[in-house]
């Protein structure tokens, strides 16, 4: 099984240049069942009562986050509140970055498409086959994954230099919906 849906994402690569994860699982009627990237997104975090505690003491604009650094993820919005994308943090300290009051703790929940925070780019690589990349020369190297169910994974690895990223870990995941 595991196979043949590897020969899928190799075949989906040729065909539009982009690779197919695991699907994600979406969200299943209301409340908070999941991970918070399952059920935030598309979620308004001014009136939604699940997310309001995260957007207490904030101000309100058009480039608004929500960090919540403790729990290890960010949530992005759109100018009227709705979470347009969940980020995943590894813990920013173990993975060496300078540490700050800012720094992200490492998520704790399940993360996307069977990933971990101690897989490495070339781990993944083998897993998923080849991503769309950007970055290096200085900026984090993203891979870029679409799955099946609409879902894009941009999954940033702490390297700067393509010297550096075959064993580098994710230091975030961010999803979003298509």
Do not use: K
Request: hydrophobic share 40%; proline share 2%; aromatic share 8%.
């Amino acid at each position: 099984m595991r196979v043949a849906a590897l020969l899928a994402a190799a075949w989906l690569v040729m065909i539009t240049g982009l690779s197919a994860c695991t699907a994600l699982s979406t969200r299943t009627g209301s409340g908070t069942d999941g991970e918070i990237w399952q059920w935030a997104l598309g979620r308004n975090v001014w009136s939604d009562s699940d997310l309001q505690q995260y957007g207490q003491g904030l101000g309100r604009s058009s480039d608004t986050s929500v960090n919540v650094q403790q729990e290890g993820f960010q949530l992005t919005l759109d100018a009227s509140g709705t979470v347009i994308a969940v980020t995943l943090y590894n813990d920013e300290n173990a993975i060496g970055l300078p540490s700050s009051d800012a720094s992200f703790s490492a998520y704790q929940g399940t993360l996307p498409a069977d990933l971990t925070w101690t897989d490495t780019a070339s781990s993944i690589g083998a897993t998923y086959g080849a991503a769309n990349q950007s970055g290096g020369f200085g900026t984090e190297i993203i891979f870029t994954y679409t799955t099946s169910d609409n879902y894009r994974l941009e999954l940033a690895f702490a390297a700067r230099h393509e010297r550096d990223l075959p064993n580098a870990p994710i230091h975030t995941i961010r999803v979003s919906q298509l």
